[in-house]
């Protein structure tokens, strides 16, 4: 280019053609274009978006009473209530930064984030209290300032108690219905702080911005072809990167959130129902509770339901089980970091025609990026060189784009470590097969090395998870002396099934290299977390234990 | 707040978690995930989208090699054909600007255009050739440096003759398929330019950036409920509002571009039955068309086809006679300023059981904004103050956020009083009801001034397109001594159909206040411009003319 750019004389920003990305707007929207559409249901209750839109805005008037504004953290600890849905909007009108808490965290962990994440209002319920209380009993204990405490004061639930001065009712009755909310100044500006679940050490907080809030919602129904006035149910905890950012997502689509405050088989199928549910997401457990449940629950369900499942990948036969019930089950792949799922098992109709368990196979593999993803690729965890698109050779997963992450709050090293090289380190192991997708083979810490030898213990759990008697299972390294480490199975059979160790390792036999075999097998009830991931490292633990 | 923002701190823009917003990551998804999936269908030619990805790289590459680059203008003039498609992503991916030309418009004003464009390359087509050999001998008359032309030869035209030196294909020939190419430094940064067709005076060039296409580009895929592998006839000329950012929004669901020379009915009817085409826009002249084709062609249909249609409001009657065909028609709303649609009628699930009549009324009304633009109001043009949701208070509409484009081309002025207030003036005259959603009544230079009343001109051929024998028709304002302007009708009937002008006007008074039937009938067969707008500037010349 020889002369001045002429595309860029007098052709800025200016407010009639730029507006901070961010997905308040979409409330709004919601709000005004469908004001008598059915935004939020649980139980008894049904609120339209333009009740929801008011009762977001007087949370933020109230929040602002109280001086709560830009930079300010505020969090909640509550199961898939409407006022959790609505924090997802009242908070971030004010520029506060929503604090999601996992629900099923002890009270030393909650009283850990509280005190990282500065929160200045803690917003609680019932069910929650007794964890709840103990955590400010530990802060008070270090003589730290306590948030405000806002009680939800939900009738679905009896007993627990009231631990603040106000409930969720009174604080917002305060509020002005009609406040004027401003968008982020910047949509760089922070919407929203996840704690990982760490396996060990101390929870990482990842910080999410309001662009990338918009863009992953965006994404969720662009990938998903989710129609407007889509009618979601709650399956999927809104602690769990907020909700995969589904309470956006829902609001940009005038959809339907469907509420669910204990994630129980036959809750989900009687809404399913009822409701005319068309869209729920949730780890392969959730399918495994709804594939197990008694066939009078399961009968009667008419329409298509779309199912998202991440978290592990979904055994073979939890897949073809959920199809032959008539659920569409898409596998999507992301991490706290990556706002949930930036990675999706894109189907293409020239597998139509496959057999059911070809199919299911396919739909096992991760997938490959999301639309407004910018890159997503397996790589030397150290050189960052791609590998080979071979279907074989491992590497660690590596994203970046728009969907990750503003980083770990108040983390300056970790946060760098996990961006170097201009890409996201997943820590996820994978291949990637010719086709460009991505199929997980484990987290980099699940690998079983024995004499020499890479073994995943993905590859592993597979193959068990095909065995008609087996209905969970988990395979974790145990230390060897000869081998350095082994596999060791921890196997849940179907009720009433009968099988022994040697059965197991017999059939293994049949069906993998001899190296990977588990040189032991142990019959129990998988510990899982509350976002129903296997608790690998206490597994690990037990393994040492196991004779 | 009182102390520092937390949230800022140490978490800043980095290359693993920012990525410019550009419709260029669309293509190279589209290629890497769905290689062999069909991306552009014309004639004899089909081809993939790792293809199609190939020759937007020797595209690329090409005009790299002439030393095209940032901020230069690569013009196109031709027919929606392959190619056209590929400059669409060939031109930006060197960070050049893609200026579409009217293909319809005379030599001189594509002389203007390349002149003011300054532009350095010029892609044609031989059935442009006549057209475009004028204007490159106004450019030498003139004195000015020719832009280098690339004729495209495509067999499905025969005549015309080759312009340049070089061929499209002799072109990217000399380009690597592997042509390493940049995503825009800033997603600011334009990516095209579009000539307005005003009525009278220059063109004005509308500049795209990266963010607005990126964002629109989704936005029709959003707000349509696009699936991924949708197949998309292109009945809209690419050179409006480049497609209406359709080039992109088929890359991001990785559809199939199904390309049209010509836009007549039997080649539509019969491409949609062939190609399985299931997404199509056009104004409602297309739609008028299509209904008027041999009942033969219209048979035969089976799936179903979604139609945006816009440009003008649609006759009821002819959205009433797309749905009987099986057409699903939504009108949208836009300006060339606004990368084309950013409103849409959509439709509410409680209007289904509404009468048919009462169906199309409802769907003829311009709508709201789509999810992903910021504002849309009916307000005072010189006050900016809102006008009362009556649905009968006529204001005009005001749109403002991303999906509003950067600015005017050379022209400061203008483009500051486009954005005067912090909206874009759209010109468009229209009331607000009292469900939000907006209902153009005219340009403000179409309304009519009688007697000091204002009369709207659409109001007027809404009634007259109810009229069974009318097939189209057009009202402007009639200079009168008496009245100021009095309403005057171009009126074009059906086939066979005899009609005159006492009969006309006698309808018009059963059906519309006194004071607003037109005092003329003319019988005419409307003249429009290349998108199907009626040039109502003729007609008003027409009107001075009338006896």
Redesign the interface.
């Given at each position: 280019?020889s002369e001045a750019?002429?595309?860029?004389?007098?052709?800025?920003?200016?407010?009639?053609?730029?507006?901070a990305?961010s997905p308040l707007?979409?409330l709004e929207?919601a709000a005004?274009?469908?004001p008598?559409?059915t935004a939020v249901v649980h139980g008894e209750v049904r609120r339209t978006w333009a009740e929801t839109y008011r009762r977001c805005c007087q949370l933020a008037s109230a929040l602002s009473q109280r001086g709560i504004?830009?930079?300010?953290t505020v969090s909640i600890i509550c199961p898939n209530l409407p006022e959790h849905f609505e924090a997802h909007f009242g908070v971030p009108m004010v520029g506060a930064?929503l604090n999601s808490i996992n629900t099923r965290l002890d009270a030393a962990s909650v009283a850990f984030i509280l005190r990282h994440a500065?929160a200045k209002i803690l917003i609680t319920e019932r069910e929650m209290s007794p964890i709840v209380n103990k955590a400010l009993s530990l802060l008070e204990d270090d003589k730290l300032p306590l948030p405000l405490v806002i009680d939800i004061d939900d009738p679905s639930f009896s007993g627990g108690a009231l631990l603040g001065d106000v409930t969720y009712e009174q604080f917002i009755a305060a509020g002005d219905p009609e406040f004027a909310w401003q968008m982020p100044a910047n949509e760089?500006?922070?919407i929203s702080?996840n704690y990982t679940s760490g396996t060990t050490g101390d929870p990482k907080g990842v910080?999410y911005h309001h662009r990338?809030a918009h863009l992953n919602a965006?994404s969720n129904?662009?990938s998903w072809?989710?129609?407007?006035?889509a009618v979601y149910l709650w399956t999927l905890p809104m602690f769990h990167c907020n909700g995969w950012c589904f309470p956006w997502t829902i609001a940009?689509?005038a959809g339907t959130n469907v509420c669910l405050r204990h994630v129980r088989a036959d809750l989900i199928l009687s809404l399913v129902k009822s409701e005319k549910v068309d869209h729920l997401c949730g780890a392969p457990i959730v399918l495994s509770m709804m594939l197990g449940a008694e066939d009078e629950q399961k009968a009667g369900i008419e329409h298509k339901v779309k199912v998202m499942t991440a978290g592990a990948p979904p055994p073979a036969a939890v897949i073809q089980g959920m199809e032959e019930l008539g659920f569409d089950v898409t596998q999507v792949y992301g991490l706290t970091e990556t706002y949930g799922p930036c990675v999706v098992s894109?189907w293409?109709?020239?597998w139509d025609d496959q057999s059911v368990e070809a199919r299911a196979r396919l739909k096992a593999r991760q997938g490959?990026?999301v639309?407004?993803q910018?890159?997503l690729m397996v790589a030397d965890p150290v050189t960052l060189e791609p590998v080979e698109r071979d279907g074989e050779t491992i590497g660690e997963i590596f994203?970046?784009?728009?969907i990750?992450?503003?980083?770990y709050?108040?983390n300056?090293k970790t946060?760098d470590a996990?961006?170097a090289g201009?890409?996201?380190h997943s820590g996820d192991l994978a291949v990637w097969h010719p086709d460009?997708y991505v199929e997980i083979k484990d987290r980099s810490k699940d690998i079983i090395i024995s004499g020499g030898e890479n073994i995943s213990s993905i590859e592993i759990e597979d193959t068990l998870y095909r065995h008609p008697l087996i209905q969970d299972v988990a395979v974790v390294a145990k230390p060897d002396e000869k081998w350095g480490e082994v596999p060791c199975a921890f196997v849940n059979l179907v009720d009433g099934a009968n099988l022994t160790e040697n059965e197991v390792i017999a059939y293994c036999r049949e069906h993998m290299a001899r190296f990977k075999v588990p040189k032991k097998v142990v019959f129990v009830n998988l510990p899982r977390t509350s976002t129903g991931k296997v608790q690998k490292f206490i597994l690990r633990q037990w393994a040492v234990d196991a004779k």
């Amino acid at each position: 280019m020889s002369e001045a750019n002429i595309y860029n004389q007098h052709l800025g920003q200016v407010p009639a053609n730029y507006a901070a990305l961010s997905p308040l707007t979409f409330l709004e929207r919601a709000a005004s274009v469908f004001p008598n559409r059915t935004a939020v249901v649980h139980g008894e209750v049904r609120r339209t978006w333009a009740e929801t839109y008011r009762r977001c805005c007087q949370l933020a008037s109230a929040l602002s009473q109280r001086g709560i504004g830009v930079g300010d953290t505020v969090s909640i600890i509550c199961p898939n209530l409407p006022e959790h849905f609505e924090a997802h909007f009242g908070v971030p009108m004010v520029g506060a930064v929503l604090n999601s808490i996992n629900t099923r965290l002890d009270a030393a962990s909650v009283a850990f984030i509280l005190r990282h994440a500065e929160a200045k209002i803690l917003i609680t319920e019932r069910e929650m209290s007794p964890i709840v209380n103990k955590a400010l009993s530990l802060l008070e204990d270090d003589k730290l300032p306590l948030p405000l405490v806002i009680d939800i004061d939900d009738p679905s639930f009896s007993g627990g108690a009231l631990l603040g001065d106000v409930t969720y009712e009174q604080f917002i009755a305060a509020g002005d219905p009609e406040f004027a909310w401003q968008m982020p100044a910047n949509e760089w500006d922070a919407i929203s702080l996840n704690y990982t679940s760490g396996t060990t050490g101390d929870p990482k907080g990842v910080v999410y911005h309001h662009r990338g809030a918009h863009l992953n919602a965006v994404s969720n129904a662009l990938s998903w072809g989710m129609p407007s006035g889509a009618v979601y149910l709650w399956t999927l905890p809104m602690f769990h990167c907020n909700g995969w950012c589904f309470p956006w997502t829902i609001a940009a689509i005038a959809g339907t959130n469907v509420c669910l405050r204990h994630v129980r088989a036959d809750l989900i199928l009687s809404l399913v129902k009822s409701e005319k549910v068309d869209h729920l997401c949730g780890a392969p457990i959730v399918l495994s509770m709804m594939l197990g449940a008694e066939d009078e629950q399961k009968a009667g369900i008419e329409h298509k339901v779309k199912v998202m499942t991440a978290g592990a990948p979904p055994p073979a036969a939890v897949i073809q089980g959920m199809e032959e019930l008539g659920f569409d089950v898409t596998q999507v792949y992301g991490l706290t970091e990556t706002y949930g799922p930036c990675v999706v098992s894109e189907w293409k109709h020239e597998w139509d025609d496959q057999s059911v368990e070809a199919r299911a196979r396919l739909k096992a593999r991760q997938g490959v990026r999301v639309q407004l993803q910018d890159g997503l690729m397996v790589a030397d965890p150290v050189t960052l060189e791609p590998v080979e698109r071979d279907g074989e050779t491992i590497g660690e997963i590596f994203m970046r784009g728009n969907i990750v992450m503003k980083g770990y709050l108040k983390n300056a090293k970790t946060t760098d470590a996990a961006f170097a090289g201009g890409w996201f380190h997943s820590g996820d192991l994978a291949v990637w097969h010719p086709d460009g997708y991505v199929e997980i083979k484990d987290r980099s810490k699940d690998i079983i090395i024995s004499g020499g030898e890479n073994i995943s213990s993905i590859e592993i759990e597979d193959t068990l998870y095909r065995h008609p008697l087996i209905q969970d299972v988990a395979v974790v390294a145990k230390p060897d002396e000869k081998w350095g480490e082994v596999p060791c199975a921890f196997v849940n059979l179907v009720d009433g099934a009968n099988l022994t160790e040697n059965e197991v390792i017999a059939y293994c036999r049949e069906h993998m290299a001899r190296f990977k075999v588990p040189k032991k097998v142990v019959f129990v009830n998988l510990p899982r977390t509350s976002t129903g991931k296997v608790q690998k490292f206490i597994l690990r633990q037990w393994a040492v234990d196991a004779k």
